[in-house]
């Protein structure tokens, strides 16, 4: 059974680091387009960056580009979502996702509407 696992969120003020893990089971992480999407309080959730299979091609959301960087450990299975220069309107519960389809090409993948699975999703909150 295909399941994701996200972690590494937490607290931190404005202009902080944070680096989300999403962890698989049931599927090596090369196999299919995996992202991070994210939902703050009262808005509607967004993609914010995905990634491709084989050479790793990625899709950023224009508000993340230049902070925000996705990758793809292969050995550890796991895709992570580093993001740097943190703002207050990046606080959201953020998640992982995929359509278990190995050919998505990120861009779609991060329109969200071919998603299939979901993790559980990890709170990140930028405060001072």
């Known amino acids: 059974q295909v399941q994701l696992v996200e972690s590494g969120g937490g607290l931190v003020k404005p202009g902080g680091s944070l680096r989300l893990s999403c962890a698989s089971s049931g599927f090596t992480v090369n196999y299919y387009a995996i992202g991070w999407f994210r939902q703050a309080p009262g808005k509607e959730r967004e993609g914010v960056s995905c990634?491709?299979?084989?050479?790793?091609?990625?899709y950023y959301a224009d508000s993340v580009k230049g902070r925000f960087t996705i990758s793809r450990d292969n050995a550890k299975n796991t895709v992570y979502l580093q993001m740097n220069s943190l703002k207050s309107e990046d606080t959201a519960v953020y998640y992982c996702?995929?359509?278990?389809?190995?050919?998505?090409?990120?861009?779609?993948?991060?329109?969200?509407?071919?998603?299939?699975?979901w993790g559980q999703g990890t709170q990140v909150t930028v405060s001072s």
């Open positions: 990634i491709s299979t084989g050479d790793g091609t990625t």
């Open positions: 996702a995929t359509d278990e389809v190995s050919w998505r090409s990120p861009s779609r993948l991060c329109g969200m509407t071919t998603v299939t699975r």
